[in-house]
C-alpha cells in the first residue's frame, strides 16, 4: 500500500514543471537569465555571420589574388608535375586548369629549351636560390610564345619539395627586342658602309692634293733652277765668245767649269731639299725655326721672282713635338696661297709675308700674315671645307687649307684659325705645351 502511494507521488512529481515549484521570484530570475542568454546568442550568431563575411571576402581577394594575377602561377612537384596553376596561366596555355593539374610542364616547352629548364631546375634545388630562365613555351593550339620564367624553392618539407613557378609572356617585348637588334644590325652594316666610302672619299681627296701640291713643287723646282741655268747658259756662252775672239785661256776654263759645277751642285741641293721636304716623318720634337726656313728655302726663289718680301721672325729655342712634315706641307700650302692671293689683287708694291712666333704659358702660336687682299666676312667661315674655291678652274683645287687644318689637327690636338681685316689675312696655328 506505502509503495503504492509512493509511485503515485513519484508520478506526480514528474508531472509537475520546475515553474509548479519555483516561487515567482525564481521564475523571474530565470527568464531574465534566458533572456541576456538569448542576447548573447544573437550577438554570437552576428559575429559569426560578419566573419563569414570576412571569409568570403578574403576567399575573393585570394582568387583575385592568385587566380587573376597579372602572370601566370604555377607551383610544380620536384618532379615538374604541376600541382597547382591559376586561371591566368591556364588561359596563357589555352588550357582548362583542370587539364593542366598533374601535366608535366617540360609538355609545354619547345624541345631546344627544355635543357635550360632542367638545368634551371637543378640548380634550383642545389643553391635552393630564385632562378630566372628565358625559354619558349607552346600552346594547346600549338603556337609558340616567349616566356620569362622565375622560379623559386618552397622548402616547408625538405622530403616533398616544391617549384613555385611564374611565368610571363613576354613575346611582345621579345619581338621588340629582336627588331633592336636587327635594326642594329643593319645599322651597323649603313655605318661601315658609309665609313666605307668616306674612305675611299679621302683617299681620293689625298691623292688630288699630293698631286696639286706636286704641280706646285714642280713650278717651285722650275723657279730655283731657272737662275743656275741662267747662270750656266751665261759661262757658257761667255767661254764660247771668248773662244770665237780666239782669246780663251786655260784660265777662263777652268774658272768657268768651277762656276758651272757649283751652279750643278745648287740644282742638285735644290732636288735634295725637295726629296727631303716630302720625306714622311714620325712625330718629334723639332724646332720651329728649322721648319720654317725649310719651307722658305723652297720657295724663296719664287717669291723673289714676285717681289713678295718674306719676313721670318722665329724664336729659336722653341720647340714642338708633332709632325714636322705636316708642318712644312701645312706652311707650303698657306705661302701658296698668299702668291695666289697676290697675283689676283695686282698688287706691285709693298707685298709682304710674316711669320711670327709667340709663346703664352700653355702654347706655342705659329702666325702667318700676309697684306695680299684679306678674305671677305661671307667667305671667311668656308674657306677650311674641302673643295671650296675662289680659283679658276684648273688654278685652285680647293683642297690646300682643307688638308692642311687636318694635318695640323691631327696631330696632338694642335689648331688653325684664321681672321682677316682689310688687305691683311692672319693664319694662327695653335700648340699646346701640355700635348
Ligand atoms: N692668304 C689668302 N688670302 C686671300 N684668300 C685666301 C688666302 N688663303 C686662302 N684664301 C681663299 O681660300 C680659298 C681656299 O684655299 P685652298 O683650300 O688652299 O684652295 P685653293 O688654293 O685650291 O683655292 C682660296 O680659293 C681663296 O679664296
Ligand atoms: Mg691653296
Not at 66 to 70: L, N, Q, V
Not at 102 to 110: E, G, L, P, Q, W
Not at 384 to 392: A, H, I, L, R, S
Given at each position: 500500500m506505502k509503495e503504492a502511494k509512493m509511485k503515485d507521488d513519484d508520478i506526480a512529481n514528474e508531472l509537475l514543471t520546475p515553474t509548479d515549484y519555483m516561487s515567482h521570484k525564481d521564475i523571474q530570475e530565470l527568464v531574465q537569465t534566458l533572456q541576456t542568454h538569448q542576447l548573447e546568442l544573437e550577438m554570437q550568431n552576428e559575429e559569426l555571420h560578419l566573419s563569414r563575411a570576412k571569409l568570403k571576402e578574403s576567399q575573393r581577394r585570394y582568387f583575385d589574388l592568385?587566380?587573376?594575377?597579372?602572370i601566370g602561377y604555377c607551383t610544380l612537384s620536384?618532379?615538374?608535375?604541376?600541382?597547382e596553376v591559376n586561371f591566368t596561366l591556364a588561359s596563357l596555355f589555352g588550357c582548362a586548369r583542370h587539364d593542366l593539374i598533374?601535366?608535366?610542364?617540360?609538355?609545354?616547352?619547345?624541345k631546344e629549351d627544355q635543357d635550360v629548364y632542367y638545368l634551371c631546375a637543378k640548380k634550383l634545388f642545389q643553391t635552393n636560390l630564385g632562378l630566372t630562365c628565358d625559354l619558349r613555351m607552346i600552346k594547346r593550339d600549338g603556337s609558340v610564345f616567349y616566356a620569362h620564367a622565375a622560379a623559386s624553392a618552397e622548402e616547408r618539407d625538405p622530403q616533398n619539395s616544391h617549384v613555385m613557378l611564374t611565368i610571363n609572356d613576354v613575346t611582345e617585348s621579345e619581338k621588340a627586342r629582336k627588331k633592336i637588334e636587327q635594326l642594329n644590325v643593319d645599322l651597323k652594316a649603313k655605318v661601315s658602309q658609309q665609313l666605307e666610302e668616306l674612305r675611299k672619299k679621302d683617299a681620293i681627296l689625298l691623292q688630288q692634293s699630293t698631286l696639286a701640291q706636286m704641280g706646285e713643287m714642280i713650278s717651285m723646282i722650275v723657279h730655283q733652277w731657272r737662275q743656275p741655268l741662267n747662270a750656266i747658259s751665261g759661262a757658257a756662252i761667255e767661254l764660247s765668245l771668248l773662244n770665237m775672239r780666239g782669246d780663251v785661256s786655260g784660265d777662263d776654263i777652268s774658272r768657268n767649269s768651277k762656276f758651272i759645277q757649283n751652279m750643278t751642285q745648287e740644282m742638285s741641293q735644290t732636288i735634295d731639299d725637295f726629296m727631303n721636304f716630302n720625306k714622311e716623318e714620325e712625330n718629334s720634337l723639332f724646332s720651329l725655326s728649322d721648319s720654317v726656313y725649310k719651307t722658305y728655302e723652297i720657295v724663296e726663289a719664287q717669291c723673289k721672282s714676285k717681289s713678295i718680301k718674306v719676313n721670318v721672325d722665329i724664336d729659336e729655342k722653341l720647340s714642338v713635338f708633332h709632325n714636322s712634315r705636316a708642318i712644312e706641307h701645312s706652311l707650303l700650302n698657306l705661302i701658296i696661297n698668299s702668291r695666289d692671293a697676290f697675283d689676283e689683287s695686282k698688287k706691285t708694291k709693298n707685298k709682304k709675308i710674316d711669320i711670327y712666333s709667340r709663346e703664352s704659358d700653355d702654347a706655342i702660336f705659329l702666325i702667318f700674315k700676309d697684306n695680299a687682299s684679306g678674305i671677305s666676312k661671307e667667305l671667311i667661315g668656308k674657306i677650311?671645307?674641302?673643295?671650296?674655291?675662289?680659283?679658276?678652274e684648273g688654278k685652285g683645287t680647293g683642297l690646300g687649307l682643307y688638308m692642311t687644318k687636318r694635318m695640323i689637327e691631327e696631330v696632338n690636338q694642335s689648331s688653325i684659325s684664321v681672321e682677316s681685316q682689310d688687305d691683311t689675312t692672319t693664319f694662327t696655328i695653335k700648340f699646346p705645351k701640355s700635348a
Open positions: 592568385y587566380d587573376m594575377a597579372p620536384k618532379e615538374g608535375l604541376i600541382l598533374n601535366k608535366s610542364i617540360i609538355k609545354f616547352i619547345v677650311f671645307n674641302p673643295y671650296f674655291t675662289t680659283k679658276e
